[in-house]
């Protein structure tokens, strides 16, 4: 049996949508299971020579806890990842829904979206990003791992700036952030986040006022200078931008006749399309 998933970057919060709001990006990792194959693990592209091939890699560890106590057959898996790692761009919930989709594939289970969400976001720990993960477009995902799904404006043309040699785990993002916020940050928060749904639906012209944020973006910034230093030339150029997930990369939205500022060396400029849905799932 041969079973391919294909699963889209995804960015995560969005400005003020801290865990809740997501985005599908036309960038595709690959994974095909293939189990007349003899057994082994072979990565292509991004991370080809640092991930393990001894099994503990993120989609092999998705699963075995999406079936649980039953038993996979060897197989062998050939990974192509195309999301850079650790950047912001989803690439560790990419993995986690390549791993359940595979695994329900190959034991015959359920494996439509709403499933494998709902044991990805449980196993990865962030609905946000498996939520567009799973179904694609602009995502609202709530703490219960329920989600909406909306089609973005289709002047919504996403462009990721990614620091090529720098990189910020989730942790470490996370571990920056304050254990408390004022209530005025958080009201602010609450009516950016309202104004960010409707840029994104209707009037993506709103977007530069919508996406800014009092809850993650200014302490994951410090961490990373430099990007601070870039995001700051795209706001200057009244182009709207936020922090990619849990950084370092940026998204910004160009509008127009917009061009986003170059960023300069050490920087890769990704002018990425919403993708509308989300993994694809064939079996052969």
């Known amino acids: 049996m041969r079973v391919t998933v294909r699963v889209p970057a995804t960015s995560a919060n969005l400005g003020p949508g801290f865990d809740c709001f997501g985005l599908a990006l036309e960038l595709c990792n690959e994974v095909i299971i293939d189990t007349d194959a003899e057994a082994g693990v072979e990565w292509i592209g991004e991370g080809a020579d640092e991930l393990s091939t001894d099994g503990a890699d993120l989609i092999q560890q998705a699963m075995r806890r999406a079936i649980g106590d039953r038993p996979l057959p060897s197989f062998h898996m050939r990974a192509t990842n195309r999301v850079p790692l650790a950047r912001g761009l989803g690439s560790s919930s990419a993995a986690v829904v390549a791993?359940?989709?595979?695994?329900?594939?190959?034991?015959?289970?359920?494996?439509?979206?709403?499933?494998?969400?709902?044991?990805?976001?449980?196993?990865?720990?962030?609905?946000?990003?498996?939520?567009?993960?799973?179904?694609?477009?602009?995502?609202?995902?709530?703490?219960?791992?329920?989600?909406?799904?909306?089609?973005?404006?289709?002047?919504?043309?996403?462009?990721?700036?990614?620091?090529?040699?720098?990189?910020?785990?989730t942790h470490e993002a996370r571990a920056a952030l304050p254990a408390l916020v004022p209530r005025a940050d958080a009201v602010f928060n609450v009516a950016h986040a309202a104004l960010a749904v409707q840029a994104f639906v209707r009037e993506p012209s709103m977007l530069a006022d919508a996406l800014h944020d009092r809850l993650h973006e200014e302490a994951r910034l410090d961490l990373v200078p430099g990007v601070r230093v870039v995001a700051d030339s795209v706001r200057a150029a009244g182009i709207a931008v936020c922090v990619s997930g849990a950084g370092p990369s940026l998204l910004a939205f160009p509008l127009d006749q917009q061009q986003v500022p170059d960023p300069g060396e050490g920087w890769l400029v990704l002018p990425l399309a919403v993708r509308a849905s989300g993994f694809e799932l064939d079996r052969s």
């Open 99 to 169: 791993g359940v989709a595979a695994a329900l594939a190959l034991l015959g289970d359920d494996a439509s979206p709403q499933r494998v969400f709902a044991l990805a976001a449980e196993i990865e720990g962030h609905p946000d990003n498996a939520a567009p993960a799973c179904f694609g477009g602009f995502t609202i995902a709530m703490a219960d791992a329920t989600t909406s799904r909306l089609d973005p404006h289709p002047d919504i043309r996403p462009v990721a700036l990614v620091p090529r040699s720098l990189r910020l785990p």
